[in-house]
């Protein structure tokens, strides 16, 4: 069992019976193990190089096992190391083989997944091995994985990774969805919203995305979806991305922990919950919709809005939703360097 670091049969047999006699001499093992001595003396010898058991004082040689987790505590690190090494060998290797695979077959560089249950599968790989950032765009309705239950970005926020999503205006429409966006913004996602996004995507550190294909409109056969490695084809869906992304409206949640500092209702700048007002109605969500989000009247939200469109000397909501560009108030914060 203890070969993995470096540790052979025979000598995880004496040091095991060591811990239970205490110390013992290489004759007194040897009855015991049933091995020559010789066998005894070489792997004993062995044992306290790797500082795994001393020698007692004496006339004639005994050995005392050191205490386990002490002693393994070095050849574990080093077996650690060794196995990361490895790891990082053998992805290294597996890379090289793919990309003389895509090299040599183009079909290498888009995989067809099939069925909901893949689809979710994939969704999640893509987010438990980003390391650096995740790029989706969030169309009306769902295939395979509802936002609600994507509990993975939550994990994968909180190791660092950067997402940034474009949310379609229709999705926010839809019964819980602002409530679900503001939960991801505060977790520290970046958010925004369009009128309409293209296709549903994700896509991992700019090396594979996940774009899911036709949908059984007629509610028969399973929903398929494409994997996209390294490629011109990935690289065209990030520039789509990236254009998208510059034109979508911020959208910002109410009492995030980059608005705390914010001048309260009384000064010329928006408090932090007009701000979440304000990103909802610049990217067209409805009053009805934001009333839901806000457990207000549809009669309180217009009213929050002439309040800060006469703030704002401003006549039309058109007129405020540029001034609130133009004062740069829904901009988000400076990524950390």
């Not at 005994?62 to 574990?76: E, K, N």
């Not at 006549?315 to 829904?330: D, F, P, Y």
């Amino acid at each position: 069992m203890l070969d993995v670091i470096g540790v052979t049969g025979d000598e995880e047999r004496v040091y095991r019976l060591l811990v239970g006699m205490f110390d013992a001499g290489p004759a007194q093992l040897a009855q015991q193990l049933g091995l020559a001595p010789a066998q005894v003396s070489a792997a004993l010898r062995s044992l306290h190089a790797k500082g795994l058991v001393s020698l007692v004082a004496g006339e004639e040689p005994r050995y005392a096992p050191s205490p386990p987790d002490v002693a393994f505590g070095p050849l574990l690190m080093r077996g650690q190391e060794s196995l990361e090494w490895a790891r990082a060998a053998v992805n290294r290797l597996a890379e090289d083989y793919r990309g003389g695979a895509r090299r040599r077959d183009a079909t290498q560089l888009v995989e067809v997944i099939t069925g909901s249950a893949a689809i979710r599968q994939q969704m999640a790989n893509l987010q438990i091995g980003a390391r650096r950032e995740l790029l989706a765009f969030c169309k009306a309705g769902h295939i395979a994985l509802p936002a609600s239950e994507n509990h993975d970005e939550f994990d994968a926020l909180a190791r660092g990774v950067r997402f940034r999503v474009v949310y379609e205006r229709a999705l926010l429409e839809e019964p819980g969805m602002i409530e679900n966006v503001a939960l991801g913004i505060r977790h520290g996602e970046a958010a925004r919203s369009s009128a309409v996004v293209p296709v549903r995507m994700a896509i991992a550190d700019g090396s594979i995305a996940l774009c899911p294909l036709v949908q059984n409109l007629d509610g028969s056969g399973e929903p398929t979806a494409a994997l996209i490695r390294e490629s011109s084809l990935l690289s065209a869906l990030i520039a789509l991305f990236e254009s998208y992304w510059e034109r979508a409206w911020p959208l910002r949640a109410d009492g995030t922990p980059q608005d705390a500092a914010e001048p309260t209702a009384g000064g010329t700048h928006p408090d932090r919950d007009e701000r979440h007002l304000l990103s909802l109605l610049v990217a067209g969500v409805t009053d009805k919709a934001i009333a839901t989000r806000l457990a207000v009247s549809q009669r309180t939200v217009q009213r929050r809005i002439s309040d800060l469109m006469s703030r704002m000397n401003v006549h039309t909501r058109m007129q405020l939703a540029w001034e609130v560009s133009r004062r740069g108030w829904l901009d988000e914060p400076a990524a950390a360097g």
